[in-house]
């Protein structure tokens, strides 16, 4: 059993269908990170939460909406998005949150992919 | 915003050639190096966390050392294997969450 694990797999919505997203870690870790992986772009931090309080928000549009009901658990609730919006959502958990400041490994799922047609 | 660059973008090598790849990063706000191992449909894996100006890390046939002075890191893999085919990413912390390159993608072919 993988220590973080994202569901679905794959996934395919129109313009304006809402779905959400699903990231659970059993590795009793208190921090949980979304990223964004585009075609050809490095890894972009989406939100990160420690001890299920947002403490990283880059600039991301509002069509995206987390949500982290526990230190177990995390969600990115989608709606109204665009086909610029397609694709490898990565979830992902560290033991603490260090504000960047820290040697601490990140453990990833194996990723959403979202197509948004 | 920190940069982080990583070449070459992808690389052929044929089972048993031994190959190296950058991570070139600004040396200022530098904290620690990582350096993650990503197979396709798999998840991307921790390989090391480097703090220290000529720090070595090691772990089977792939090492990695780090200038900060500099700002580079190398990654080596002795011997290439099949299964070494996946894309190596290097990301950087310092006074922001982890920055990562776009990655270099090995192909090894038998």
């Known amino acids: 059993e993988t220590g973080v694990t994202q569901t679905p797999r794959h996934l395919v919505m129109g313009m304006t269908n809402k779905k959400s997203l699903k990231c659970e870690q059993h590795?009793?870790?208190?921090?949980m990170y979304w990223y964004k992986q585009s075609a050809k772009k490095p890894l972009e931090l989406m939100f990160v939460y420690s001890l299920e309080e947002r403490v990283e928000n880059n600039s991301v549009p509002s069509r995206f909406s987390p949500e982290c009901p526990n230190s177990s658990h995390l969600f990115l609730h989608l709606h109204t998005l665009q086909p610029e919006d397609s694709a490898l959502y990565l979830c992902?958990?560290?033991?603490?949150?260090?504000?960047?400041w820290g040697t601490g490994e990140l453990f990833f799922g194996e990723g959403s992919r979202l197509t948004v047609l | 915003i920190l940069n982080v660059e990583q070449s070459p973008q992808s690389l052929h090598v044929q089972e048993g050639d031994s190959t190296n790849f950058t991570c070139s990063f600004p040396s200022s706000n530098f904290y620690a190096l990582h350096w993650y191992r990503w197979e396709t449909a798999k998840s991307p894996e921790a390989l090391f966390v480097m703090t220290l100006n000529g720090d070595e890390k090691k772990k089977g046939r792939i090492s990695a050392t780090l200038n900060t002075k500099e700002g580079y890191s190398y990654l080596y893999i002795k011997g290439s294997q099949p299964e070494d085919s996946a894309t190596y990413l290097c990301a950087l912390s310092g006074n922001t969450p982890l920055v990562f390159g776009k990655g270099t993608r090995l192909s090894v072919i038998a």
């Open positions: 590795l009793g870790h208190n921090a």
């Open positions: 992902a958990s560290s033991q603490d949150w260090s504000g960047g």
